[in-house]
């Protein structure tokens, strides 16, 4: 396992942006998750990146506005978010695991380590 910290969550308005990361101590063979949870909802998986080939993928309530990107040596991974909208509220949280394929949908199920969360807030 690998510890996360994430970081850059905050308060925006509508339309605007932020991005995120996520940081740990060697993120090189890990594959990475974001996921977040709204209050009163489950845990939403919207994007992964894979360890070393880049692929990504989005869930459809985030395709085009947000872009997730990797600095392997910097050992951070970011998502950048634009575009936000009061239905992007939540609780932000990366998750890695070791030599996972980022392929299809973003499970919870799919990953052991995970940061503590870092709160969005999209209000006028």
């Known amino acids: 396992q690998v510890q996360l910290v994430e970081s850059g969550g905050g308060l925006v308005q509508p339309g605007g942006s932020l991005r995120l990361s996520c940081a740990g101590s060697?993120?090189?063979?890990?594959?990475i998750g974001w996921f977040r949870q709204a209050p009163g909802k489950d845990m939403e998986g919207i994007s992964c990146i894979g360890r070393r080939d880049g692929r990504t993928h989005y869930a459809d309530s985030v395709k085009g506005r947000f872009t997730i990107s990797r600095d392997n040596p910097k050992n951070t991974v970011y998502l950048q978010m634009n575009d936000l909208t009061p239905e992007d509220t939540a609780v932000y949280y990366c998750?890695?695991?070791?030599?996972?394929?980022?392929?299809?949908?973003?499970?919870?199920?799919?990953?052991?380590?995970w940061g503590q969360g870092t709160q969005v807030t999209v209000s006028s």
């Open positions: 998750a890695a695991e070791a030599y996972y394929y980022c392929s299809g949908d973003v499970s919870v199920r799919e990953f052991s380590s």
């Open positions: 060697d993120l090189g063979p890990y594959g």
